[in-house]
């Protein structure tokens, strides 16, 4: 069982990262790569459930579909702010 510490733990360090970015760039990478944990941890999360016997393959299938759904728009997203980021990025000064 996760303890509350721990949970207060990755909260702060959340916090930090999130507030140690400042520019355009870096703050779209931190949304992403906090995107990318999440599905990391509901993956986990997932396993610890398949493990234990505690799913259906209606549940399973559902919560595909809704994996999937994720991975379409978030690809989608990428494209969309990868182009305005680009767009609207000077370029660098030698």
């Known amino acids: 069982?996760?303890?509350l510490q721990d949970i207060q733990a990755k909260a702060?360090?959340?916090l930090a990262?999130?507030?140690a970015e400042t520019s355009v760039v870096n703050a779209v990478k931190q949304v992403v790569d906090n995107q990318n944990?999440?599905?990391a941890d509901l993956q986990?999360?997932?396993n610890a459930l398949i493990a234990a016997g505690s799913?259906?393959?209606a549940q399973l299938?559902?919560?595909s579909d809704t994996i999937d759904a994720?991975?379409?728009a978030d690809t989608a997203n990428a494209a969309v702010v990868a182009a305005a980021v680009t767009a609207g990025t000077p370029a660098a000064t030698p």
């Open 37 to 39: 944990a999440r599905l």
């Open 1 to 3: 069982m996760v303890a």
């Open 55 to 57: 799913t259906t393959p």
């Open 70 to 72: 994720i991975v379409t």
């Open 17 to 19: 990262a999130i507030t």
């Open 12 to 14: 702060d360090a959340e």
């Open 61 to 63: 299938q559902a919560l």
């Open 44 to 46: 986990a999360q997932l």
